[in-house]
């Protein structure tokens, strides 16, 4: 099929800019042909171009099937998983895990500090009974050039009598929000 091509006068390009610069101006017909063409064929637009966009990404880790005994009534790092080079900001961290055997704490680690019983997700279990606890939080990271990590830690609830608890299928997400 060949395509005719001609010349535009002077004449042509001032209609032609004229009638672009006055989008108001275009037949109701066009304008409802641009809406259902621009809906259903969605430009692909860059996330990044949207004005206003605070950077939304989500980092997580699990320990698949690995399983890790807590023998100490204080919180220590048993090779949970971890995030690790994470970039400033605000975050919403949520972590979870399933116990056995007796009652565990299972908690995060910000930039290697220590963790807390407050913000530990506490499980009470016994004998062979397994359950699962998840916790979440929102969590300021400014390590700056260095990088963020979030580890997680384990331990023993003195409460739970004899026996180490046992963690299972322990996982860590954090979303950064801004």
Same mark, same amino acid.
Do not use: H
């Given at each position: 099929?060949?395509?005719?091509?001609?010349?535009?006068?002077?004449?042509?390009?001032?209609?032609?800019?004229? !009638?672009?610069?006055s989008p108001l101006?275009?037949?109701?017909?066009?304008?409802?042909?641009?809406?259902?063409?621009?809906?259903?064929?969605v430009p692909p637009?860059?996330?990044?171009?949207?004005?206003?966009?605070?950077?939304?990404?989500?980092? &997580?880790?699990?320990?698949? /099937?690995?399983?890790?005994?807590?023998?100490?009534?204080?919180?220590?790092?048993?090779?949970?998983?971890?995030?690790?080079?994470?970039?400033?900001?605000?975050?919403?961290? !949520?972590?979870? /895990?399933?116990?056995?055997?007796?009652?565990?704490?299972? /908690?995060?680690?910000?930039?290697?500090?220590? &963790?807390?019983?407050?913000?530990?997700?506490?499980?009470?279990?016994?004998?062979?009974?397994?359950?699962?606890?998840?916790?979440?939080?929102?969590? /300021? !990271?400014?390590?700056?050039?260095?990088?963020?990590?979030?580890?997680?830690?384990?331990?023993?609830?003195?409460?739970?009598?004899?026996?180490?608890?046992?963690?299972?299928?322990?996982? !860590?997400?954090?979303?950064?929000?801004?």
């Open positions: 099929m060949a395509v005719e091509a001609w010349e535009l006068t002077e004449e042509d390009r001032d209609r032609i800019n004229n !009638l672009l610069s101006d275009f037949p109701l017909e066009f304008k409802s042909w641009i809406l259902d063409q621009v809906a259903m064929n637009i860059p996330i990044e171009q949207l004005q206003g966009y605070v950077k939304t990404r989500a980092y &997580g880790n699990s320990s698949g /099937t690995s399983t890790f005994t807590a023998t100490s009534t204080s919180f220590a790092d048993y090779g949970g998983p971890s995030l690790s080079g994470l970039p400033d900001g605000v975050y919403l961290v !949520l972590y979870g /895990t399933k116990v056995t055997s007796t009652y565990g704490r299972y /908690t995060i680690s910000v930039n290697g500090g220590a &963790g807390t019983d407050a913000e530990s997700v506490y499980v009470e279990t016994g004998g062979s009974v397994t359950y699962s606890g998840v916790r979440l939080k929102q969590q /300021t !990271l400014n390590a700056g050039a260095a990088g963020n990590t979030i580890g997680t830690l384990m331990r023993k609830d003195s409460s739970g009598g004899a026996g180490n608890p046992v963690f299972t299928q322990c996982w !860590l997400v954090a979303i950064r929000m801004s």
